[in-house]
């Protein structure tokens, strides 16, 4: 599949993956080609080995809403954009938190895929400050996502 940025990934399901619309579970052939998913799951390089597929409501995501959010595709050889925008947190320093898994990681995931459509998002950390640092690839802006406590997108880098 290809991600809203252009970010060609590769999907590999388990026997534990579980899918679901806004009405609930599905099952994995209910999801047609061309629609929009969240896939939450491993992510190593380009490959998501998935934990959980949603659907996502056809007014949102795509090409349209990664360049509305400032998402700005990979390019190979491309210098990354030097922005910020929003707060980041005080106690944030590269490489610094506890990297998380499970509900608590997918909870800091889901609003930064809203926030910003089509990055791939690679690994959770969270900060001292209870502020969670999701780090992300395939994309040249933003590689850093903040997310409160609350589980509220509050900057980027």
């Known amino acids: 599949m290809t ?10 399901e388990t026997s534990s993956t579980t899918y679901q619309d806004a009405t609930g579970a599905i099952s994995a052939s209910a999801i047609t080609t ?3 998913v969240l896939v939450l799951g491993i992510v190593s390089s380009t490959t998501i080995t998935a934990t959980q597929v949603t659907v996502q409501p056809n007014d949102g995501g795509g090409p349209a809403a ?5 998402v700005i595709p990979f390019q190979q050889g491309a210098p990354s954009e030097a ?12 490489g ?13 995931t889901e609003p930064t895929l809203a926030a910003y459509p ?8 969270k900060l ?20 409160d406590q609350d589980f509220k997108v509050v900057g980027a880098n």
């Open 83 to 94: 922005k910020q925008v929003g707060q980041i947190p005080a106690d944030y320093t590269e």
């Open 3 to 12: 991600t809203a940025a252009g970010q060609k990934v590769t999907v590999n």
């Open 118 to 125: 089509g990055v791939l998002v690679d690994r959770v950390a």
């Open 128 to 147: 001292g400050s209870d502020a969670y640092n999701v780090h992300c690839i395939g994309v040249n802006w933003p590689h850093h996502i903040f997310v």
């Open 66 to 70: 990664s360049a509305a959010a400032g």
């Open 34 to 36: 061309g629609e929009n």
């Open 96 to 108: 610094a938190g506890t990297i998380l898994s499970g509900t608590e990681a997918d909870q800091a």
